[in-house]
């Protein structure tokens, strides 16, 4: 005797939803170094933008916070 399949419940098929993987796009990031002149040009042309990245340890976030702050004071 064969092993018995139960039959789908149609109702509760009817109501599934697409798993979240799916439509969900993982964010991929890199992590580089540039010297604090490339920095200041790409931000300066607007090639890069100062939420489009993030610095890694402690020096380097205050490094960027001066940047931006001389880049608005027109430094």
Do not use: C, Y
């Not at 790409?42 to 001389?70: A, C, W, Y």
């Amino acid at each position: 005797m064969g092993m018995p399949l139960s039959r789908p419940n149609i109702v509760q098929a009817s109501r599934l939803a697409h798993p979240d993987w799916i439509h969900h796009q993982r964010e991929e990031r890199v992590s580089i170094s540039l010297d604090v002149g490339t920095l200041t040009q790409l931000m300066k042309n607007h090639h890069l933008h100062v939420e489009d990245f993030s610095g890694l340890d402690t020096p380097s976030k205050l490094q960027i916070r001066q940047l931006l702050l001389d880049l608005l004071n027109g430094v």
